[in-house]
Nanobody, 123 residues
């Protein structure tokens, strides 16, 4: 599965961005898709994920970020509102056909990764 992440950019604190993760596979609707982020000098961390088992969010983004999918166009979105400077990172989308539930929070459980898109939030 080839994934392409887009939608990053520079935004002021309190602003919004919507990231997109486009998949080039006909049966993408069966895959779990997650968003992760990595800030300079930090480890990659889980942000949000969606699959038939449900939707998961990391605590720092609950109430501000929303993950959704449009299987008609093989795309998963991450709507990010009320952005904070600490949200600055490279955001990656990933896909798995092997795991669900809380296993979606672990980066090692994803078989496919997109190239990342930079999100910068200025104070």
């Amino acid at each position: 599965v080839q994934l392409q992440a887009s939608g990053g950019g520079l935004v002021q604190a309190g602003g919004s961005l919507r990231l997109s993760c486009a998949a080039f596979r006909r049966t993408f609707n069966s895959y779990g898709v997650g968003w992760f982020r990595q800030a300079p000098g930090k480890e990659r961390e889980f942000v949000a994920a969606v699959r038939w088992s449900g939707i998961l969010y990391a605590d720092p983004v609950k109430g501000r970020f929303t993950i959704s999918r449009n299987d008609g166009v093989n795309t998963v979105y991450l709507q990010m509102n009320s952005l904070k400077p600490e949200d600055t990172a490279v955001y990656y989308c990933a896909a798995t056909n092997l795991f669900a539930d809380d296993n979606l929070k672990l980066a090692r459980n994803y078989e496919y990764w997109g190239q990342g898109t930079q999100v910068t939030v200025s104070s």
